[in-house]
């Protein structure tokens, strides 16, 4: 599975690996909206690779959970779904709006062996310092590179190069980013 070849999803150590990250993310969920101090816990049982300072507001569905690297100081808004039948990697300091989904399956296009329950996947590499605006949707196989924005709403369907700002379904590269062209905004 991890290496990208074709399996049947219906393995009884995946199903085990499977309901342990759903009881802990559950648990995560109760903790956090009873504001209990040990939530983060249930967390970093279900994600285990998760950076210091690394925040996932609930609700956080994943398939798995320990096929998920979370880089120092990201965070993540409510309603992050990180399918990680492959791996997952997330840079240091990233920024993702609400309802972000991370999708690593692959299901055959041809109906006979879809049918039969087999899939594959591959690997998603988010860089550090990436913005990954609410909605969007990055599918299998992609890197999107350091310092990138993705607009809302976008679906990612290649790779980005560094440096980019992406937007739309499919996601394009619209122009690329440096610090010469912030301008601060005037408060009122």
């Known amino acids: 599975m991890l290496a990208g070849d074709w399996y049947v999803s219906d393995d009884p150590d995946s199903r085990r690996?499977?309901?342990?990250?759903?009881?802990?993310l559950s648990r995560y969920q109760r903790a956090?909206?009873?504001?209990?101090?040990?939530a983060q816990a249930h967390l970093r049982a279900a994600i285990p690779h998760l950076g210091a300072g690394a925040i996932l507001l609930p609700p956080v569905r994943v398939d798995y959970g320990e096929n998920i690297i979370v880089g120092e100081g990201?965070?993540?808004n409510y309603g992050l779904t990180a399918l990680d039948?492959?791996?997952?990697?997330?840079?240091?300091?990233?920024?993702?709006?609400?309802?972000?989904?991370?999708?690593t399956p692959i299901h055959p296009?041809?109906?006979?062996p879809r049918r039969t329950g087999l899939e594959s996947a591959d690997p998603i590499v988010i860089g550090d310092n990436v913005w990954l605006?609410?909605?969007?949707?990055?599918?299998?196989?992609v890197t999107i590179g350091d310092d990138c924005v993705?607009?809302?709403g976008a679906v990612v369907t290649r790779d980005i190069?560094?440096?980019?700002?992406?937007?739309?379904?499919?996601?394009?590269?619209?122009?690329?980013?440096?610090?010469?062209?912030?301008?601060?905004?005037?408060?009122?």
């Open 17 to 24: 690996i499977a309901a342990r990250a759903r009881r802990e």
């Open 32 to 38: 956090f909206d009873e504001g209990e101090p040990d």
């Open 74 to 76: 990201s965070f993540a």
């Open 85 to 103: 039948v492959a791996t997952i990697t997330i840079g240091v300091h990233c920024q993702f709006g609400p309802n972000v989904q991370l999708l």
């Open 109 to 112: 296009l041809e109906p006979t």
């Open 133 to 141: 605006g609410g909605g969007v949707i990055v599918c299998p196989g």
């Open 150 to 152: 993705i607009g809302a």
């Open 161 to 188: 190069p560094a440096r980019s700002l992406a937007v739309g379904s499919p996601a394009r590269v619209i122009r690329t980013l440096d610090d010469s062209t912030f301008v601060p905004r005037r408060r009122s």
